[in-house]
């Protein structure tokens, strides 16, 4: 399931090098010394987790579906292609990946979810594809792995 979530991701053009860079902006400011391999292997750790791969496994098919026409209801085909702010459902699947890595992990999503740094920005912006359940995956992978740092250090 891990090698089929990496694959997922690739698919979607998101590698563990942007997320790194995510966890490098979450982290950097409150562990100086902290590197990039540090915040791959948090990364990693996050995704061999079974609840993060069912996470990312639903919220990519979802998006996928919405892009292929395969969602019927064209009201749930237009919140999910517009990403609709009010559609919280994307938010409460990232919650799912957080919850499995305490407070920090919720409130780094929190803020990461405001911000969009990297990637994320970049998902949020791309209209071409439907990118509504992935770019808050990406960001509760990140502010796990940036809770899994703040819990060790």
């Keep these: 399931m891990y090698q089929k979530c990496l694959e997922l ?4 053009k998101v590698t563990l090098d942007d997320i790194v860079e995510c966890v490098m902006f979450l982290q950097k400011p409150y562990i100086s010394s902290l590197t ?3 915040c791959k ?3 990693i750790a ?4 079974r609840e993060v791969q069912h996470a990312i496994i639903t919220g990519l098919y979802l998006d996928q579906a919405a892009e292929c026409n395969l969602i019927s209801d064209s009201n749930l085909k237009s919140l999910l292609m517009e990403d609709n702010a009010l559609y919280g459902v994307d938010e409460v699947l990232a919650y799912g ?3 499995l890595y305490g407070s920090i992990a919720l409130t780094n999503y929190g803020y990461i979810d405001k911000v969009k740094p990297g990637i994320i920005g970049e998902m ?3 209209h071409q594809k439907c990118n509504t359940f992935l ?7 990140a502010a796990s792995a940036a809770s899994k740092i703040a819990h060790t250090k």
């Excluded at 996050?46 to 987790?49: C, N």
């Excluded at 770019?135 to 992978?141: K, R, W």
Aim: charged share 35%; aromatic share 0%.
């Design 9 to 12: 991701l690739k698919q979607r």
């Design 124 to 126: 949020n912006k791309s």
């Design 36 to 38: 990039q391999e540090e």
């Design 135 to 141: 770019d808050d995956i990406v960001g509760a992978i």
């Design 97 to 99: 990946i957080c919850n």
């Design 46 to 49: 996050v995704l061999h987790k």
């Design 41 to 43: 292997e948090a990364i």
